[in-house]
């Protein structure tokens, strides 16, 4: 079965050739680094990811955590692929050398990190979670807190999460019930119950660090009103260690149907009224502060749905290849040998269609971490804030298009296989169920449909559109190759139907209020997530043509008909979205609840 668990060549095509990521050791910040570092990273990361993460992806799986007396009992191939990920500096990928990090461009650091994903993706969410629980408590906490829990976070001796849902509210945060009571010392006081908290307890570390959404007691209603806390597992001592057991009680674990190796946890703080919580920067800001981590894990869920979605493609492309059975269409000499499956027309369809979405999906979230290094790193300030803009308004299709195609090529994968792939025997039923959890969290796709239709397309008056049309705009006008001419003519013809359809949108909001106009707003997130696709399918066959060298001229050409693919299959897919979005169709809304 695959050795592959990203396909290096297309990892540097995606780097070098399409992103230009050698551009950015020019900058102040990375200039330590080369193409020749990052290599060198990535071939850690993917020696690290084979052999101590993928190595236990099955067995976790089938051994996921347990709840016994009180505590979680895990498998210790977790705790050894943990340390390993710390030991090898991947948690600090991104940090300062003067925090002790690689200081890593974010296109980079998100590479590596995408090897580990796509080798065993719960056991790199502990990871995952705490370095964008660092990031938190680096950019928002006090000078006191800072010292207190960062470094520890930074070296691995304590974990973190995030505690933002509760039993009644789910996605709905400005129901939240937890309370926090303010003490003459300054910290609080916390009562309330958390659910679905992914590595909410575990073995790994000395310390767990919650960062807890919860409501100071006077605040303004709803969303307005939260705040944010440090809630560790563990108080701390006067030299910064692990003493008195906080008021915060596992309460029970979750089981789920994928991503079994992650503790997902019900928490409940405070039934003894002794929960110390730390408030982190002012009162009353949490949700924005705590954006900064949902943020970054939505980019980074979107990202791990793509790599899950592409380690099933090449699971099947590699039992395509060596699976006999059947013979060439309209063969009657019985007696002649059987072909490998992929000389079948129907499954060379499944791979395609595989290879053409996980590709776009990998390309787009690594677009993404490329506007984070230019809005970082950027010399000049505009070019600065339109990235910044460009990517808070992707950011809901870099979470929701990966995860749901992401879904889809895995479900494909398992097409491949046929009756196999629906056995345990076989890993691709694994990589679907690990995968479906992506659609739903850090904000299902709904979710994010209204996010982008109802906010972010309307943000600044509508710039960050018009940055994104003006960089397809220009990749279009970069198109001579006659290849590619029709992919963009295509995509082209698919810009004013995107900007017609926001502006009847826009219009219909105005006269009528959101109601009807947003109850469309996930064919407005399919109808623009599959035109940033096709662009980062013409990028992707613009670059290959450059790359027809002998040794790259099987690579190249596989680029180019799967753009071929998607442009003459997929992008037409989304013509109904577009009007039905013009048409203002109310079907949702008219169907009454009583009618189901």
Known sequence: MSDTILDRRDLRFQLFDVLDTGALFDRERFREHSRETVEAALDTAEKLAREKFASHNSLADGDEPRFENGKVVM??????????????????????????????????????????????????????????????????????????????????????????????????????????????????????????????????????????????????????????????????????????????????????????????????????????????????????????????????????????????????????????????????????????????ADVRRLLLTQKAYTEAAIAMCLYGYRLVDEKDTAEDQQARQDADLLLDLLTPVLKTWPSEYGVMANDLAIQVFGGAGYTREYPVEQYWRDNRLNPIHEGTTGIHGLDLLGRKVWLAGGRGLQLLAERISADIAATTDPRCQPFASALQAMLPKVQQATDVVGRQMQSEGPGRALSNAYAYLRLVGHVVAAWMWLRQANAALKLEAAEDADFAAGKLQAARYFFRWELSRVELDFERLCEGDDTFTQMEPRWF
């Open 75 to 344: 498998r210790p191939e977790v705790k050894e692929a943990y340390d390993a990920y710390i030991e090898a500096g991947f948690l600090s990928s991104m940090a300062s050398f003067e925090e002790g990090g690689m200081q890593l461009p974010a296109i980079a650091a998100a590479a590596c990190k995408g090897m580990f994903t796509a080798a065993n993706c719960s056991s790199t969410s502990y990871p995952f979670l705490t370095a964008a629980a660092a990031n938190v408590i680096r950019n928002f906490a006090s000078e006191t807190l800072r010292e207190q829990f960062l470094p520890a976070m930074m070296a691995g001796r304590f974990t973190g999460t995030m505690a933002l849902t509760e039993p009644h509210a789910g996605s709905n945060l400005a129901d939240i019930r937890t309370r926090a009571l303010p003490q003459e010392d300054g910290s609080y006081r916390l009562k309330g119950n958390k659910i679905f908290i992914s590595g909410g307890d575990n073995e790994l570390a000395e310390n767990i660090v919650h960062l807890v959404l919860a409501k100071i007691p006077g605040g303004p209603d709803g969303v307005k009103g939260i705040s944010l806390f440090v809630v560790p597992k563990y108080r701390l001592d006067g030299q910064g260690n692990p003493a008195d057991r906080n008021d915060v009680i596992l309460a029970g674990l979750i089981h789920k149907m994928g991503y079994r190796g992650t503790t997902s946890t019900a928490l409940t703080f405070g039934d003894n009224d002794d929960c110390h919580g730390y408030l982190i920067g002012e009162p009353h800001q949490g949700l924005r502060y705590m954006f900064q981590m949902m943020n970054e894990a939505r980019v980074g869920v979107g990202f791990g749905a793509a790599v899950l979605g592409y380690r099933g493609y090449r699971f099947a492309l590699d039992y395509a290849r060596d699976r006999l059975q059947g013979r060439p269409l309209g063969t009657t000499d019985f007696s002649t040998p059987q072909v490998p499956i992929i000389e079948h």
